[in-house]
């Protein structure tokens, strides 16, 4: 097409070069060809063969770049980053995640009172799918399988187009404190304590508002029961809440986190034939799970709301960490306002120097990763750890019928980190359980508990 | 290699590079250095040392080329369009898709004869695995985990290398009328018409055989029971049906459907300790799925068999659309033939100009596809739709025991599709139950329920 | 940049464009270029364009490569190879999979006595997750969700460090025969003997070690209960055991496998309210598992622990085999010692030349891969297979209590592998149940039963 190849001519196509670098290649061969022929070098029939030649090289190379444009196009980006199955489209506009978690524990407990024996248990056994769709709107629906029994957890629609708030629709966990807010695959000891199972809101069904800063996070939620829960016959029970934290440090190595949350839950039931009007029941097991009793325990007639009031606090410096959570629940009956509270405290120490992964945007802690990883020629990552939890599920009033009343347990634990995912556990826990005015008022539960943990 | 460089050489080259395209890469070039030394412009020393300079280069090309190729053949193709995960392999001999879908509802209801009340239920929780095998295989396996209770939906192997007809195997919707083949993502309401309920086969364990033309579709199917409903001790119900849709048009704005279906159920319970011999419970909820009780309620004895038939019709005018169905059921039993029947007619118009979506190849309808997406800039589609239904189980006869007899229902829709697999809906709901000869003879339900829906 | 082009300076070149071979693309042109400037062919200041826009062009090329490089080192390969959906990582230390099977039957049967009667199944619905995570750990998670009933099956950690031995924590197959170790997918019946179901292992929660060769197994296990078996109100049973193969003989078409195994069951039983001190019940069904009955039944009172003894021996030459296993279970109780067996012998023929995949690593059977495939223009593979079971729970003692004490089953059965994942399977089951001392003492059950299995 070019019939002269002045140097303008030349460093025009070189300027295009730029914007179609594809289509460019070669220019430079048929560049030559133009001077060498217009130069005589070549005749204008070597030129014309050339020319042509090249243009089919060209064509060649272009392919190649378009089948890349192809591949990038429509394939969307696999990864097994850490064993975790992940897929971007190439835009980033859709993502999809598969996965999932398997916690498998042997336990070996002396509890006479009881009758509780040794025993396995796959505590949970999850699989998840989650994605994000249209850049602004996202869902998760994990399930849990364990011991053969179906539980919903996350199960619901998000969207993130009000940033940097966050909307959620459906199952999942609005309002809790600072052990429940951390994913079961990243808390230190085996069990979340008894006091974050006797207060904590956990999963419930509804709608939340979340937003935050860099260290700071807020989160409030109205939400009728949890899947599962639904009274057909009556008016389901609702509730509402926030939480609030902040994290005046936040370092990888050296945070300081703080918390607050409230929650209050409404009780719509109505008169049960053969039942008690409106009993609530308050139980927990002594951070043992394979156990079947439930021996922290209480029931209260005639409830009509329940208020939730929980402090939360950790530390990191380094290796080292404390934790400390306090909570308190007060009951309003139609006779009696009844209250309870408790507390726990627990330090961890690794071994091998690395911290708790304080996640400040969550308000929560996230996954340990081992410096030294086995399978790639190392020694995962050891912590130690010890906690107190103190129950006091005892007052006073015509409504309130307390079995376990009283109680403190006290856990060691030792978490090996094999890899980011794996992690073995060990925990003995040791638990006091005062039944007052009973023929055996003091029981002692102690357990060895060793777990298996992945997730992926 | 090549000692000469006459035209016809050249000419010979450029024909090759077509058939190997990435080898020639770099002939150009070869070519002119070939010119170049026979004309004595360049060296044969130099010559040889470019040739292979070229050479290198083109090997580089080839690699990549090479690269590319394994990639594309390596690589299954993977897909988030929309946010379902879709794999494709190369030749698209296979493929396999993982999704699901979550629906999340809210319901604020008033029924004093019943007690329901208000609610929250995860009305769908369900994930899939299906795939293409060696072209005409394929299959599917769908379970729902809503409110922790586990339901086999699709569950069958299919083959579909006798064109165009479909052989499936296993637990799948069979001879169904026209809400019941719309998949629940689709449907215009929250809940199918109470009529659908009563009276559609659902999804039944047999094998169907399926064919159809570009406006026209037809099943037949023998089935057992569906999955879950064994019989054990007995021999299993059985049945058989069919179902034959035509559409005089099936554009994408206009669109006339036509369709009739008809099934028998064979029964096969034998009398059962302390039951009555072979009855048949026939029951639905009032088109609100979050309350226990199912008003429209008749039992009957000693069935033998049942024959149902259906009617449907729908129109697509550019965003208004109109739908009907009508049912009636015929019951022999050991005393009477029982027969009863019902309709509904409903309306929808998009607010936003869509089309309901219909699908001549299947028979039913699919997704609604916003012009505008939320996340993308755009504002969502907005439905509004209103439905009637006509519900009459009253009969005469020894055999028929009917407690909600008659009714009607009215519903009234508003839709806001934000994405294509993401959905909003809000029904208000009035339902009219019948008990003739009770001392509440007339019930009045009344809701207004939110659901929260994604597909993924 | 280079001013001189002397022979060895394009030399050089040359030999650096294999250390960076794309870098080195279009180095031929640009050493051209300066050597037609050098010789005065071209000007210097076309020879600047030309050069520049070589480089251009090399540079496009490079970005081709480089994206190319990004793909492989980003994207995970994703297989559909037999349409089993795998991942990869670029580096080969992880892997995922996701996949399941799909198991739909359909029996006949004539059993009077004990009122079985026709129906349908879905016999196994399973979804799995599996992977690979930093090269020397594995899991698995698999669920069977048939007939709307969730069963928990693989569920482990695996470590694969100490090569060749395996170590696996959580719920899986521990120390069982032939028939057990081979996956359902694979059996040659529609279901394992009824001996295997009376004294094989199974899925437990525990540890296991396993090693062997290219044609030796072994393996161990200490392990508490299987999941949803946990006593959580006393000790929990628990168990250990060991088998070992050896294959004198594996080629793909020649084999010969034996096989021993031993176990040892402890049980923790302490007397319930109202039940039997440690009863253990002995029972299965006749080879057909749509029917309620398990008529081999036998009830041992007091029951201590229970030692099972198997041997296993297999042969397959071409397209036949021959395959049995011996079984033996002596019950200690706290008034007798109880001792029963049973064996089974079967042989297969595949008319189409195929032969029964023996897989020595693992001593067991793999998958049939049709030499024909149904989808590719074949007609699959063909199998004609008979089985004589033998079953005998008889003893004498105060301990046992036995219902269906003796019997036989013979199984005439016909494979058909459309592909090597698809397979349709039709069983005709002939079983003689033995009720000495009733008014039946002698109870035929007949049954012709169809499967259709794929997995993916």
Known sequence: MKKKTSSLLIAGILLGATASPVLANNEAMLNLLQVLRDQGTITAENYRLLANAAKSDSEAIEKVANKVKAIEKNTATVSLKGGHLKFKSHDSAFSAQVGGRIMTDYAFIDD?????????????????????????WAYKAQFDFAEDSLTTK????????????????????????LEESTS?????????????????????NGLSIATGGSNWTFMTALHMDGVGNSNADQDEDYGYGARL????????????????????????????VGGTYGQQRFRARPEIHTINTRPYDTRIDGVDSAD?????????FGPFSVQAEYYSKGVSTTTDD?????????????????SRNYKAKKGSFGRVKPTSIVGKGGHGAWEVALRYSDIDLYDTGAAINTMGEKGDITTIGLNWYATPTIRFMANYVM????????????DDIKAFQLRGQIDF
Request: hydrophobic residues 35%; charged residues 25%; proline residues 4%.
């Open 112 to 136: 006479d009172r009881n009758m509780d024996g040794d025993g396995s248990e796959m505590r949970r056994a999850r699989v998840f799918l989650k994605g994000k769709i249209f850049n602004d």
């Open 154 to 177: 996350d199960l619901y629609i998000a969207y993130k187009g009000f940033k940097p708030v966050t909307l959620k629709l459906g199952n999942h966990k609005v309002a809790n404190g």
């Open 184 to 204: 079961s695959k990243y808390i230190t000891f085996m069990e979340r304590s008894t006091i974050n199972d006797l207060f904590a809101v956990g999963r419930k």
């Open 245 to 272: 934290t902040f994290a005046p440090l936040s370092g990888k190595t050296k945070t300081l986190h703080l918390g607050v949350s409230a929650h209050r839950q409404e009780y719509e039931s109505t008169p049960l």
């Open 308 to 316: 939730t009031f929980g402090l939360e606090s950790a530390v990191v």
């Open 338 to 354: 009844v209250d309870f509270d408790g507390w726990y405290l627990y330090g961890s120490y690794f071994l091998t120097g690395e």
């Open 431 to 442: 638990a006091n359980v005062e039944y007052p005015g009973t023929t055996n008022p003091d």
